[in-house]
Nanobody, 121 residues
Framework: VQLQASGGGLVQTGGSLRLSCAASGSIFSINTMGWYRQAPGKQRELVATISRGGTRNYADSVKGRFAISRDNAKNAVYLQMNSLKPEDTAVYYC????????????????WGQGTLVTVSS
């Protein structure tokens, strides 16, 4: 199983970016998917999660600015980021709780490779 993230880049303060992440491989089911970020010198932190049924959870720092969504048919999760601030600069990682066809009764965390978002002031 692999998660491939894309969509990062350089944007000015107040700008927008849309991150995408697609899971591939021997997938039986995907539970909660999410986005995390890690800024230089800081620990990885939760940005947003979405359950298979669509229940969303956001970090306080991004509420009202970011929106998470998913496409279960495509095994994909997205993060629309608006009103970006310099403090949003970080490597963004997608995550999924995935059960494989080889072991459909157990879901494990899988991580994407990270995509860099840089917000200039």
């Amino acid at each position: 199983v692999q998660l491939q993230a894309s969509g990062g880049g350089l944007v000015q303060t107040g700008g927008s970016l849309r991150l995408s992440c697609a899971a591939s491989g021997s997938i039986f089911s995907i539970n909660t998917m999410g986005w995390y970020r890690q800024a230089p010198g800081k620990q990885r932190e939760l940005v947003a999660t979405i359950s298979r049924g669509g229940t969303r959870n956001y970090a306080d720092s991004v509420k009202g600015r970011f929106a998470i969504s998913r496409d279960n048919a495509k095994n994909a999760v997205y993060l629309q980021m608006n009103s970006l601030k310099p403090e949003d600069t970080a490597v963004y990682y997608c995550n999924g709780g995935i059960a494989t066809t080889q072991n459909p009764q157990a879901a494990y965390d899988y991580w994407g490779q990270g995509t860099l978002v840089t917000v200039s002031s």
